[in-house]
């Protein structure tokens, strides 16, 4: 059984003069995953991230990871831990240079890493940081963060501002660099950037973490299925229109897997949670046991 690297129990977070966000929130996430957090706008994603790295602070409830109170902002923490936002800052500096300000914060930087990364970008290492383009920028920095080997990598929507090529290369590359006592943890709203990579998925929806599974547990209780039918079907757990037809999710009775659609699974959790937690037995844990 794999330790536990994080855990957040019965979390509590709002912000001034606003409702709660979080009530009793609790998450465990063990090492050498690629978890996915989907949610839609305003559900708390950004938020939860800032919590489990220390950027935010709990109104109440504990958050441990690594054995550490992220609030601390202990350096032996901090130097294990890498969180590229949405947002970006980048200093007036060339490239390398940030790399010699920056990497000694970090004690497993591999340069030779960064450098085959940026490579495969396509970024010349003597570029101004703050004359590049947004995408240079994400891509610049989505390679600092691996090579950092921190044990926790949180990406807040990786994929936006990067073109089509970069988007490969980019899961081409984070395919490549997880290891079995790292984590690396992804938000975003493009889950069709993240095929095939993102594993256990993670759904919170107004402040509450409504699913929270392997994909293998999700083609055992799942089927998808495109119907060439003009005729949306009866009786599934969730369908949707597309070209062609719908796309169906129904109740896996046959045993055969199918391929998860992400961004469907998404809609027919959201869509239909009740019967999805009595499809999935350790479906969600959002409260602390009384």
């Known amino acids: 059984m794999k330790t536990i690297m994080l855990q957040i129990n019965n979390l509590k977070y709002h912000y001034r003069k606003s409702k709660p966000l979080f009530e009793g929130l609790n998450l465990d996430i063990q090492p050498g995953n690629i978890y996915g957090l989907l949610g839609r706008n305003g559900a708390g994603k950004s938020t939860l ?4 790295t220390g950027l935010l602070f709990p109104k109440a409830g ?18 294990d831990i890498f969180f590229l936002p949405e947002e970006l800052y980048v200093p007036s500096v060339t490239i390398t240079s940030f790399v010699d300000g920056y990497s000694d914060f970090y004690p497993n930087f591999d340069r030779t890493a960064f450098d085959r990364y940026l490579s495969e970008f396509a970024i010349p290492t003597d570029h101004r940081m703050d004359k590049m383009s947004y995408g240079q920028k994400k891509k610049t920095l989505i390679s600092f963060a691996l090579a950092t080997n921190a044990r926790l990598l949180i990406f807040d929507e990786p994929t936006n501002g990067l073109d089509i090529p970069s988007k490969t290369k980019f899961r081409k590359i984070l395919a490549g660099a997880v290891s079995e006592d790292q984590t690396i943890f992804i938000s ?19 402040g509450k973490i409504i699913f929270n599974q392997s994909l293998e547990n999700v083609t055992k209780r799942l089927q998808f299925e495109l119907i060439s039918t003009m005729t949306e079907p009866q009786g599934a757990l969730y369908s949707e229109r597309v070209p062609g037809g719908f796309y169906v999710v129904n109740e896996n009775t046959t045993g055969e897997e199918t391929e998860p659609d992400l961004e469907i699974l998404f809609n027919a959790i959201v869509a239909n949670p009740e019967r999805m937690k009595d499809l999935f037995p350790k479906f969600q844990s959002t409260t602390a046991p009384a």
């Open 49 to 52: 991230l800032k919590l489990m």
């Open 62 to 79: 504990n958050i441990n990871l690594f054995g550490y109170n992220p609030t601390n902002r202990s350096a032996d923490l901090l130097a």
């Open 188 to 206: 975003t709203h493009q889950v069709r950037d993240m095929a095939n990579l993102l594993d256990p998925i993670i759904i919170l929806d107004n």
